[in-house]
């Protein structure tokens, strides 16, 4: 094999689609911009690295969409999914990673890749026309001139959204006297345990001082040209949130439901869940607490919340800009840019939101490569399929003029006929079901696989 695929960013969707390429004997070189330019959010030069939250969100692939995707990732010999299932840590019925062992995981997998090589340097614009096939997967984070050159080939202004960061606690600094460990609703996760969440309570009084805080808190100042960005909805800042209405918090990261203050016998009025974030069990991230507070008033604010009076900040929260393609309008069925077919783009600059998404799309853009790159037929997964219903909606799907980022979900899915009268949770285990047993068909006629299995 004399042909080489060039791919532009090693993060989740980059890394996955180097391996998926290598795998199927196609000579892979992995273009990264860093140590030699860093981003406002990632913080080591490690290949997928995880910059947000440390959660890969629910692993339960019979009732959930993104556990339904998990399952078909692993079952089509991905890197990333061997990366998490490796460095897994306790988190209920999510799928949370240790974020620095899975990093140096994958990092190695792909350094001695023989296939692989990996060049660290900045990309400024579109791969030349002698590098033959390439792909951008540069992620929401792609530099200013690469982002330009991606705007002005494809006739338009890139889109973009800003995402935020939460915050990250050393376990020492929490007050157990006030703290205890429970899963919602006492749920098992897939290591066993039902008590995989640190919960701090609050009763009314305290939680109506944290909204009012949160709300007056001083806040980072946008730029000029960040001023017209829009928020993604499903990672709303935690001060956005609560300017929406007093009890909005209560209802949504706060919510007390399934929880029981073993002090008191009773559920609290809101409670602020911290999920493990490494191996180590040193350090917990806060749930659903992506914030744009300027530090100082990160501090003041959460130790109001009872248990983190003394808290100790492994990491402060922030907020970054996102980048994203018009995919529907740009892409074709093989995530190939039309106007120029030998580019083709991965991860969540396609418009798909969530690192397993990203990974996805970044699977299935290294497939596809490597098929055309072996002159053989790429073949896109069938839209019963997680996988599939993910490509076609962000492909196709969508509609262009309304288009914005998307997780995977059941309402992506082909419905069963009416006549078939499946409803409520029998529905996504059925559509789960079909979903597995229609990728079992397309793997089977997926290209050759050659290398070695993911450690």
């Not at 030069?45 to 959660?55: K, M, P, Q, T």
């Not at 078909?72 to 240790?98: C, F, Q, T, Y």
């Not at 990160?298 to 393609?325: C, D, K, M, S, W």
């Not at 991860?347 to 072996?374: D, H, K, P």
Request: one cysteine or more; a neutral charge.
């Amino acid at each position: 094999m004399t042909k080489k695929l060039h791919i532009i960013g090693a993060g989740l969707a980059g890394s996955e689609a180097a391996w998926q390429a290598a795998k199927a004997g196609i000579p892979v070189i992995l273009h990264e911009m860093r140590p030699i330019r860093g981003t406002e959010a990632h913080q080591t030069d490690s290949l997928a690295e995880l910059v947000c939250s440390n959660s890969f969100r629910s692993d339960d692939a019979a009732n959930n969409a993104v556990g339904l995707l998990h399952e078909e990732m692993r079952r089509a010999g991905s890197l990333i999914m061997a990366g998490a299932d490796a460095h897994k840590l306790p988190a209920g019925g999510a799928l949370a990673v240790d974020r620095h062992g899975f990093s140096a995981a994958v990092t190695a997998a792909l350094e001695n890749h023989p296939l692989v090589t990996i060049a660290r340097e900045e990309i400024t614009a579109l791969p030349p026309a002698d590098w033959g096939s390439a792909i951008i997967a540069t992620g929401p984070l792609t530099s200013a001139s690469l982002g330009a050159a991606i705007g002005e080939a494809t006739g338009q202004d890139h889109l973009a959204f800003f995402d935020a960061i939460a915050p990250i606690i050393h376990r020492e600094s929490i007050n157990f006297d006030i703290a205890w460990f429970q899963s919602r609703y006492d749920k098992e996760g897939p290591g066993g345990g039902v008590a995989d969440y640190i919960n701090l309570p609050l009763d009314e009084a305290q939680y109506k001082a944290f909204v009012a805080a949160l709300i007056t808190g001083e806040k980072t100042d946008f730029k000029e040209w960040e001023k017209t960005t829009p928020y993604f909805e499903a990672c709303l800042p935690i001060e956005v949130m609560a300017a929406r209405g007093e009890q909005t918090l209560a209802f949504g990261p706060m919510k007390p439901v399934g929880l029981m203050d073993p002090r008191t016998g009773q559920r609290a009025h809101a409670v602020v869940q911290l999920r493990q974030d490494n191996k180590l069990g040193t350090l917990w991230n806060m749930v659903g607490f992506q914030t744009k507070l300027k530090h100082a008033e990160q501090v003041r604010i959460f130790r109001t919340i009872p248990g983190l009076e003394e808290a100790q900040f492994a990491r402060l929260g922030g907020l970054h800009r996102n980048t994203f393609i018009n995919s529907p309008r740009l892409l074709d069925s093989q995530l190939r840019l039309k106007s120029q077919p030998h580019l083709r783009f991965a991860g969540q600059v396609t418009g798909v939101e969530g690192y397993v998404e990203s990974a996805a799309i970044g699977l299935l853009a290294g497939r596809f490569a490597a098929a055309e790159l072996a002159s053989a037929e790429g073949l896109a997964p069938p839209p019963t399929t997680a996988l599939g219903a993910l490509i076609s909606h962000i492909t196709g799907g969508a509609d262009a003029r309304t288009f914005q980022p998307m997780n995977v979900n059941f309402g992506l899915f082909p419905e069963f006929p009416k006549s078939a009268k499946i409803r409520g949770k029998d529905r996504k285990q059925a559509m789960s079901a079909r979903a597995l047993e229609d990728l079992s068909v397309w793997l089977g006629h997926s290209i050759p696989r050659s290398g070695q299995a993911a450690e």
